[in-house]
């Protein structure tokens, strides 16, 4: 297996930032282009855990936009040529508690997708 296939690795890095872009400006078509449509797609997210993709869209309508953030540290790994993880560091404006995404991709016939993600904060230490 090849990790890092630089053409794959590219292509994951742009689906990865057209998800962020999408995610800022609240742009739910896109944002559900780039998650699996499937019952086994997953996101547990700071205070939610939805299960499939009817979940993640019906909480992204109910929602009202994402939370403004600043990315961090980001690592993308592409193993062989049709898997990647992301994994990020952001910032939330308003708040010095750092935040974690991961996200699990797989190259469909359609394109990349996000197939599983987690969005979490730090805690506060109390």
């Known amino acids: ?3 890092d296939d630089p053409a794959t690795l590219a292509e994951v890095i742009a689906a990865f930032h057209e998800y962020e872009r999408a995610l800022m400006a609240d742009d739910i078509p896109a944002m559900d282009r780039l998650f699996h449509a499937a019952p086994t797609t997953v ?3 700071v205070g939610e855990v939805l ?3 009817d ?3 019906a909480f992204r309508k109910g929602r009202g936009g994402s939370p403004r953030r600043r990315l961090g ?3 993308i790994t592409a193993y062989g040529r049709d898997m990647a993880t992301a994994n ?3 910032l939330r404006e308003g ?4 935040g974690r995404q991961s996200q699990t991709w797989v190259r469909f016939p359609d394109g990349w997708k996000v197939v599983a993600a987690h969005v979490s904060l730090e805690g506060t230490g109390s």
Do not use: L, N, P, W
């Open 1 to 3: 297996m090849i990790i």
């Open 43 to 45: 996101r547990y997210g």
């Open 51 to 53: 299960y499939g993709i």
């Open 55 to 57: 979940a993640i869209r």
């Open 73 to 75: 540290q980001v690592v």
């Open 88 to 90: 990020a560091e952001f």
């Open 95 to 98: 708040s010095d508690r750092r």
